[in-house]
Nanobody
Framework: QVQLVESGGGLVQSGGSLRLSCAAS????????MGWYRQAPGKQRELVAE???????NYADSVKGRFTISRDNAQKMVYLQMDSLQPEDTAVYYC?????????????WGQGTQVTVSS
């Protein structure tokens, strides 16, 4: 069982920045692919950014050049630095762990943190 706890959400003006943090449990954190997803009201949850165990990253086109995902394996943390925020970035942001273990895939979610960008 892996637990994920997000923090760092809040209200920010357009053009501002926020840094989301996700604290993870689990003894093999360094092997997990970690991601940030978001869900706006009335919309489906979408991938924002992900980082593999080898620190390869992938971003949604809408956030490329503005958001940066990173991880600290020693602290079992993953971060999402969000710059140049826009009102369309308003959503609940969820931390995700994607784990492959003994040929089976497991996915875990945090409880989410609200990000609101005012115009």
């Amino acid at each position: 069982q892996v637990q994920l706890v997000e923090s760092g959400g809040g209200l920010v003006q357009s053009g501002g920045s926020l840094r989301l943090s996700c604290a993870a449990s689990g003894s093999s954190f360094s092997s997990y692919t970690m991601g940030w997803y978001r869900q706006a009201p009335g919309k489906q949850r979408e991938l924002v950014a992900e980082i593999t165990s080898g620190t390869s990253t992938n971003y949604a086109d809408s956030v490329k050049g503005r958001f940066t995902i990173s991880r600290d394996n020693a602290q079992k943390m993953v971060y999402l630095q969000m710059d140049s925020l826009q009102p369309e970035d308003t959503a609940v942001y969820y931390c995700n762990a994607d784990i492959l273990w003994r040929g089976l895939r497991y996915t875990y979610w945090g409880q989410g943190t609200q990000v609101t960008v005012s115009s």
